[in-house]
């Protein structure tokens, strides 16, 4: 990270990185999910979620260890660090999977939300990566931020928390970019998702946590993908309080 960089994470709780998906990778990902949505998703469904993304082969794994994002998650998590779970999105028109309210946030205290700054070092619970697959244009809906609000010191009040269109809710930011942009934020972060006025929003999350913590109450296996990187394989360890660090290995 620059300093640029590190001054709008802390400022915000979240940064846009442009350019996270080459051209390639985005033709491999679509094309993947392409199929699953005709295997799995109804013509007049709305939105689907689908899981399990690291079964679909080589370029959903090699997200895991991103390039283009690996360090960003090394300065802002710690390393060592580990997947904690991964999902993908898509919403066609109006409301996603889990609806348009804000969510997140640290306070109340959270014991997987968090965010902390100590000694120019920053740390986060639970942290996300969301790809953009195709272009989201201001207009469209999509992801909303409360920048700021993972340093708040009060809770986030209930009735500003819907993000339907019935009220008017200036600190909100609607963040936008297009296909390959990602959006790293902390789940200390309120956020939510404004319904979908855009052609189709399709959206990966790949969600990481330090070593010891987990937020899904299940956990990867790394012997089912033997093609997968000892890095990779590493980053899919369940929680533990003794890993060894190994963003460095190859």
């Not at 939105?47 to 994002?69: K, M, S």
């Not at 997947?83 to 959270?110: E, F, N």
Request: proline content about 7%.
């Amino acid at each position: 990270m620059n300093g640029d960089e590190r001054y709008l994470f802390d400022l915000q709780g979240y940064l846009v990185v442009e350019d996270a998906l080459d051209a390639n990778q985005l033709t491999a990902l679509n094309k993947i999910l392409d199929r699953r949505i005709a295997d799995e998703v109804a013509a007049e469904d709305h939105t689907h979620r689908f899981l399990d993304l690291l079964e679909w082969g080589q370029p959903y794994q090699e997200l895991v260890d991103n390039p283009r994002i690996v360090d960003y998650l090394a300065e802002l998590i710690g390393d060592p660090l580990r997947l904690d779970h991964v999902y993908l999105d898509i919403i066609r028109s109006g409301k996603g999977p889990i609806g348009t309210s804000l969510h997140g946030g640290a306070t109340p205290l959270h014991p997987t939300h968090y965010y902390r700054h100590r000694n120019n070092t920053i740390r986060n619970g639970l942290f996300v990566v969301a790809y953009n697959l195709y272009d989201v244009n201001p207009g469209d809906g999509g992801f909303a931020a409360v920048p700021g609000s993972h340093k708040s010191n009060y809770a986030f009040p209930s009735h500003w928390k819907e993000l339907d269109g019935s009220q008017d809710l200036p600190f909100v930011t609607k963040v936008t970019g297009r296909a390959g942009t990602a959006i790293l934020f902390t789940e200390a972060m309120t956020h939510g998702t404004l319904p979908w006025r855009g052609q189709e929003r399709r959206t990966i999350f790949y969600k990481y946590s330090p070593p010891a913590m987990s937020w899904a109450n299940r956990y990867f296996n790394a012997d089912d993908y033997p093609t997968m990187t000892r890095r990779q394989k590493a980053m899919l360890a369940p929680p533990s309080a003794y890993p060894d660090p190994f963003l460095g290995g190859d």
